[in-house]
């Protein structure tokens, strides 16, 4: 099998022998060389006879756990960090935006990703994938020092210039997901579903730990007391931006040959991409959601904690429940599916509907603030928070099921460019969101509350969200229908 071969391919380039031939002597039983002639010609994997194993830290990054080599852990490191370029304000304790902070932010993600497709498609890709982690370092090198700004308008200004440096690196988060295991060559299914719910789920755990951290430094400023932000803040800062801007040397001088060929060109590129309906539709999808779901973010996450009955670590106990432990399970029992049904993630994911819209309208509107058949405060708050968080969980399903469904019908240079106009797609869709005014400082008419009457179900904007969201599977239904499952 293709997998094999590439086993195979990762032995002979790791090997020290010098010799023409690759033995499979003293392999133990089971092993990938088991049925083989005992001599492998080198010129079967198109090496050259003088060909030289790599050493150092290129030989290191090579090596695997599991199958997973080193270098894509790191590689996975710089998507999970791409979350959001909002959510560094939150280790000031800053949550929320001002529209102009909005649509600055907004406009240097949507230009660097421009930057970031102009660079993938001119130099190596070992650029790109290194250079995010020193603008990632530089975001949080400044955050070290904003508590020793002078000023308040000082300190806004350090927050604003490390945003837009976390912004520039996270706007190449498409690129990380697209690239990733380069030279493992086309893996089955089944490690694709592996590898991206593990990413996925990781990356939840990272937002919600911001956002907790957020939380407690606004809870803390609101009820009057005042904390020493400067060690605290310098003393997580300056290790975290070294560490990062060590993993961007590292990733530089250590990524394989894959990530080190300057790309070629490729007649009709983007003629070819935009007959691919999946593609067209995948960003109509990214507009819709962002235009009517983006303004909402930071009130629906921080309904997670906003309730005074439900202590911290109660919430962190259902965190670990949902992403931590029902995760794993759905994450082992999807890849074992997908080895045998290559298309049941996607179209599981996709027939979930508009898990976000349902996410959203429970935490921004009055429904989910108090369930009196719950019996008691505490139980309300911890049932509350529970639904939240499985409709999160949905939504994180839906979000790797999509990128599964791109990743069958693409090959990777096509799905890196349909990633990269989705953000640009997005951005722009997010400063609309904000300018129109529907929910940009409130749950507006597309969220209304029926806690107390069913008024809001008679406003118009309200039906119009909801079927934008609904149409979104079933384009997606369609065009998976009609695309060819995989590409050779």
Known sequence: SEKQWFSRLHIAKMSRNNTPGVSKAGTPAGSIYEGIDSEEPMSQFLLPSNYKPPTGIRRIMMYKIGDWPLYSFLLALGQILAANSYQITLLTGQIGETATQLYVIAS????????????????????????????YGAGFFLLAFVPYSASVSTRGWVQHVA???????????????????????????????????????????????????????????????????????TGLGIPIALFLWAVGMILFQGLPDFYRQTPGATPDFYTAILRRKVVLWFWIAVFIQNLFLSAPYGRNWSYLFASKHVPGWAVFLLVLLFFVVFWAAILWYFAL?????????????????????????????????????????????????????????LDTIQNVGIGMLLLQTMVRSHLSYAMTIGQVVGSVATIIARADGLNSVGPGPTFPSIAGNLDGLGNAWFWICLLAQLIIPVGYFVVFRKEQLSKP
């Open 108 to 135: 240097i993600y949507l230009a660097t990703t421009l930057i970031w497709w102009y660079l993938f498609r001119r130099v190596a890709l070992r650029w790109v994938m290194s250079l995010p982690f020193l603008f």
């Open 163 to 233: 945003t837009a440096f976390y912004a520039i690196a996270s706007s190449a988060g498409s690129l990380y997901f697209s690239q990733n295991f380069g030279s493992t060559g086309s893996a089955p299914v089944r490690d694709w579903a592996f590898r991206a719910c593990a990413i996925q789920g990781t990356q939840q755990l990272y937002t919600v730990g911001l956002w907790a951290w957020g939380d407690k430094l606004t809870a803390s400023a609101a009820e009057g007391s005042t904390q020493n932000l400067g060690s605290a803040l």
């Open 337 to 393: 599916l997908s080895n045998t049904h290559s298309w049941f993630m996607p179209l599981f994911a996709v027939g979930l509907g508009a898990p976000r819209w349902c996410q959203i309208w429970w935490a921004t509107s009055n429904i989910g603030t108090y369930l009196p058949w719950a019996g008691s405060p505490l139980a309300s708050a911890v049932l509350g928070r529970s639904l939240w968080l499985y409709l999160g969980l």
